[in-house]
C-alpha cells in the first residue's frame, strides 16, 4: 500500500507540467534563429526560410518520353503509314533540324523533339524498311508520347514554401529545377552535458560500482541521423564545475543539452547552476514516466555591439541561450530526445507545428498510473490498421527493448487501457 500511495503522489506532485503543455511552452519560448543561405548540397533535413521560385520551365524544352521516332503526320497516323527516316538525334545533342510533312527522325528519351514534329512513335511500333524509311505496325495519335514544356513546373511557380523540410526528395526536385543555393533557417548551435562520475571505460572498472556510458552514443548518433553535429561535453558532479562549464557554454552556444544532474539529489547540480548564473526557469518537472525532472530554462543578454541576426531576432536586442535539462536513466534521455529535444531543435528553426503524432490501436490492456507514460513498443499493420504491443523491460534505467522497438506510445494518465483502445504515438524515425 505504501509502494502505491508513493507512486500516486509521485505524479500529482504541485508544480508538474503536462506532457502537452511542456511541448507548448518549449515552442512559445524560442524564435527561430534566423537564416542563411548554404548549397542546396549541404542543406539536407534543414527548413526553407525563404519561398522558392523556379527559374526555368519543367521540362525546359519539349522532348521525347521514350526512345522511338520524331514524326511529322496527320492527326491520326494507320497503321503501316510510311515515313521517310532522315537522321537521328542522341539525348543532349543539339541539331537544328525540321521535320517535313511524312518525314521521322531517330530520337531518344529525353532528346529535344525536332521543330514540325507532331508525334513520337516509340521504336516498339515501328518496322525498319531500309536505312532511310520506317512503317507503324500500330496506329497512332497526335502528340503521343512528347512531354512539353512547363508541364512540370512552369517559368516563376513556387516550388517550395517557407517551412518545407529538405529532405531527399525535395533536394532532388530542386536541382531538377536548378536551384543551386537555399536560404534556410539557422540550426542551433549546440553543447550536450553529460554529467556524473560513474562512467566507467573499460569493463574492468564496472568492479569499482561504476556502468558503462550509453548517453553519450546514443546522442551521438541521434544527431548524427539528422545530419547534425553538436559539442559533447562530460562534467564530474561538482557544483563549481558545473557552474564555470554552463557560464562558458552560454555565451557560445544557441542551447545546452544535459543528461542527469537534474533531480534534488545531493549532486544533482544542473539546476542550481543555472539559476545561479541568471537562467530563467520555464519548467522544471514534467508528469510523464521516465523522465518527470525534466528542466527547461532560458538565458537572456543584451546583444553585443555589432552583433546582428536576421530573422524574428534581428528586432529585439537580446540573444538567448536555451537548457533542456534531461533526467541521465538512459531510455528517460532516449524518450527525451524523440519528443523533446526534436521539438526544440526545430522550433528554433522556425518549425511551430506540433509533432507527428500517430494513432494506433492497442493490441492488450494496459494497467493505470498517475502518470502519462511514453511505452517502447513494436507496432504493425493488421487488417487495415495499426496494432501496437507493448515491449517488456520498459524501466528508466533499461535500453535493450529499443533492438525491437519501432515506435513510442503514449498513455494517459489515470486510465486503464483497454485491448482496442486508440492511442497517440511516433514512429521511431531512427
Known amino acids: 500500500m ?8 509521485c505524479g500529482n506532485e504541485k508544480g508538474l507540467v503536462s506532457v502537452d503543455q511542456a511541448l507548448q511552452l518549449l515552442v512559445d519560448h ?3 534563429l534566423g537564416s542563411e543561405t548554404i548549397p542546396l548540397n549541404q542543406a539536407l533535413n534543414r527548413y526553407v526560410a525563404a519561398d522558392i521560385f523556379s527559374e526555368i520551365n519543367l521540362p525546359i524544352f519539349s522532348q521525347s518520353a521514350v526512345d522511338g521516332y520524331a514524326i511529322n503526320a496527320s492527326a ?3 497503321t503501316d503509314s510510311k515515313f521517310e527516316l532522315i537522321g537521328e538525334i ?3 545533342q543539339r541539331v537544328e533540324v525540321e521535320l517535313k510533312q511524312g518525314q521521322a527522325i531517330r530520337i531518344f528519351t529525353g532528346t529535344k523533339i525536332p521543330a514540325g514534329t507532331t508525334t513520337v512513335a516509340r521504336q516498339e511500333i515501328v518496322e525498319l524498311i531500309d536505312l532511310h524509311n520506317i512503317k507503324l505496325t500500330e496506329s ?4 503521343a508520347d512528347i512531354r512539353d514544356v512547363g508541364e512540370e513546373v512552369a517559368l516563376g511557380q513556387l516550388i517550395a514554401s517557407v517551412g518545407q523540410k529538405l529532405n531527399v526528395g525535395v533536394i532532388a526536385a530542386l536541382s531538377m529545377a536548378g536551384v543551386k543555393q537555399v536560404e534556410v533557417y539557422r540550426y542551433p548551435k549546440i553543447a550536450v552535458v553529460v554529467t556524473g562520475d560513474e562512467v566507467a571505460d573499460m569493463i574492468e572498472c564496472l568492479n569499482s560500482g561504476k556502468i558503462f556510458d550509453a548517453n553519450t552514443p546514443m546522442i551521438r548518433a541521434w544527431f548524427q541521423t539528422r ?5 559533447l561535453i562530460h562534467v564530474e558532479d561538482i557544483e563549481h564545475r558545473v557552474i564555470q562549464l554552463f557560464d562558458r557554454l552560454k555565451e557560445q552556444y544557441d542551447l545546452i543539452i544535459t543528461t542527469g544532474g537534474v533531480s534534488v539529489g545531493d549532486y544533482d547540480f544542473v539546476r542550481p547552476a543555472a539559476l545561479k548564473l541568471g537562467f530563467q526557469q520555464i519548467f522544471w518537472k514534467v508528469k510523464q514516466k521516465p ?3 525534466m528542466l527547461f530554462a532560458k538565458y537572456s543578454q543584451q546583444k553585443k555591439q555589432g552583433q546582428e541576426r536576421k530573422g524574428q531576432e534581428q528586432q529585439q536586442d537580446q540573444t538567448h541561450c536555451y537548457l533542456l535539462g534531461l533526467p541521465g536513466n538512459p ?6 530526445m524523440q519528443v523533446y529535444v526534436a521539438t526544440l531543435v526545430n522550433s528554433l528553426q522556425g518549425q511551430k507545428h506540433p509533432l507527428n503524432w500517430m494513432t494506433g490501436v492497442m493490441s492488450h490492456a494496459l494497467k493505470s498510473d498517475a502518470r502519462e507514460r511514453f511505452l517502447r513498443m513494436h507496432a504493425v499493420f493488421e487488417q487495415g490498421r495499426l496494432s501496437l504491443k507493448s515491449l517488456t523491460k520498459q524501466q528508466s534505467h533499461m535500453l535493450s527493448n529499443l533492438i525491437d522497438a519501432n515506435c513510442i506510445v503514449r498513455i494517459p494518465s489515470d486510465q486503464n487501457i483497454q485491448q482496442g483502445q486508440v492511442l497517440q504515438g511516433l514512429f521511431i524515425q531512427d
Request: aromatic letters at 2%.
Open 90 to 92: 542522341r539525348a543532349g
Open 2 to 9: 505504501n509502494q502505491i500511495a508513493v507512486a500516486h503522489d
Open 291 to 293: 523522465g518527470k525532472p
Open 140 to 143: 497512332l495519335n497526335s502528340h
Open 76 to 78: 491520326v497516323t494507320q
Open 331 to 336: 531510455a528517460a534521455v532516449y524518450i527525451g
Open 227 to 231: 545530419n547534425q553535429t553538436v559539442n
Open 30 to 32: 524560442t524564435p527561430s
